[in-house]
C-alpha cells in the first residue's frame, strides 16, 4: 500500500486538514495592532498575547505524537480539529486584553496539528520518500498565511472581530467530518512499545535533542516571524493595518512553499548537508537585518525576511526527513519532541523582541540572539553532522515490536 493512490489520498486529507487547523491557529496576530490600538497595550504585553498560542501548541505536540502512534492520526486529527471550535467560538466573546490572552492560550492546540500528521503520512511513504510526502504536508504552514490575508477583511465584512473568529468555526467543522468519514491510517502501521520504554529511548539518543534543536530555530523562527511580522513591520515603518499582514502572508508563503523543497535536498543529499547551508545562511540574514534595524530600508528589509523565509522552511523540510528516517518506530513520540521544541522556539522570539524594543528602542539586539543561536545550530551540526546520517534506526533501543 506504500506510496500507492491511496497514500497520496490521505496525504492530501492531512494536508488540508493542516491547513484548516494551523489558519485556526492564527486568527489572533493579525489582529494584533487593533488589538493593541483598543486596549493602549505596549509592545511588550501585545507580543505576549502574540506568543500566547505557541505555548501550548508547543507542550501540546508531545502528547499528540503519542495518542497518534497509539489511537492513529484519524481519530486523533478529527478531535483536535473538534476541540479548537471552543477557544475560537470562545474568542469571539471576548473583550478585555486578559480574555483574549486566555482564548489564544487554548487556541494553541490547534498549533499541535503538526505533529498528528508526520506520523500518520510517513507511514504510509517508502523511506525515499518520505521527505518529498512530509515536505508536502508541511505545506498546511500556508493556513497561517490564509488567516493573515482573511482576517481583517473579514472583520470589516462581518462587522467586527466576533464574526471573523465565528468564520473559521465553518471550516473546522467541516474538516473534522472530512476527515473522519475519508481518511484512513496507514495498513500494518507498528505497534509501539510502552510509553515509559519509548520515552526513555529516544531522550537517551542525543540526536533527539539535537533535532530538537535545530527545529527550535527554524520552525520557531518560522512562527515567531509569521506572527510578528504585522506587529514588526507596522512599528518599522508606516504601513496601513494592510500592508503589514500582506508582508507577513508573503514571509509565510515562502517558508511554506520551501518546505517541500528542503524535503527534496533531504532524500538526494542528506539532511544534515542542507541543514548546514541554511543555518550559515539563517546567520547571514539576521545579521543583516539586525544591521538594518537601526535604519531600516522597506525594500531590504522585505527581501531580507523573504530570503529568511525560503532558508528556513527548507530547514523545516529536512529536519523531519531525519526525524522519519532515524526513528522509523517512534516517528509520532520523536515528531512530537522535536515540534514541541519547534513550537517554543516561537514563543519565545514575540517576547524578547518586544522587551528588546522596549528597552532600547530598537530590534538590533533582539535580532543578534537569534543569530546566535543559528551559530550554535551550525556548530553543533559542523561537529555532529555525520552521526544523523548514519543509516541504522535510533529508536531501535525502544524495543518497538511488529
Known sequence: ?????????????????FVVAFAAW?????????????????????????????????????PMGILTDRFGGRITFTALLSFTMVPVAFLGFADSYWAYVAGAFFLGVAGASFAIGIP????????????????????????????????????????????????????LAAMAVVFWLFARDAPGAVQPAPLGASLAAVTRVPLTWHLGLFYFVTFGGFVFFANYLPQLLGDWFPLDRQDAPLQAAIFTMGATFARPVGGWFADQMGGSKVLVWVFAFVVLTR??????????NIVIVTDLLFALALGLGIGNGAIF???????????????????AAGGLGGFFPPIIMGAVRDYTGSYALGFIILATLAVLCLALLVIKA???ERPENRDSAAGSRP
Open 1 to 17: 500500500m506504500q506510496n500507492s493512490r491511496q497514500a497520496y489520498v490521505n496525504l492530501a486529507l492531512a494536508t488540508a486538514a
Open 26 to 62: 492564527s486568527t489572533v496576530s493579525p489582529l494584533s495592532r487593533q488589538i493593541q490600538a483598543d486596549y493602549k497595550l505596549d509592545n511588550t504585553a501585545i507580543s505576549l498575547l502574540i506568543a500566547v498560542p505557541t505555548l501550548l501548541g508547543a507542550l501540546m505536540r508531545i
Open 120 to 171: 500518520f503520512v510517513s507511514r504510509w511513504f517508502t523511506a525515499d520518500k518520505q521527505g518529498t510526502a512530509l515536505g508536502i504536508y508541511g505545506v498546511g504552514n500556508i493556513g497561517t498565511a490564509a488567516a493573515v490575508f482573511a482576517m481583517a477583511p473579514l472583520v470589516h465584512a462581518l462587522g467586527g472581530r466576533q464574526g471573523a473568529f465565528w468564520f473559521f468555526l465553518v471550516p
Open 287 to 296: 545579521l543583516m537585518l539586525a544591521w538594518q534595524a537601526g535604519n531600516a
Open 321 to 339: 526527513k531525519l526525524v522519519a528516517q532515524n526513528f522509523p518506530k517512534n516517528t509520532g513520540l520523536v515528531g512530537g519532541l522535536v515540534g
Open 386 to 388: 555525520p552521526a544523523s
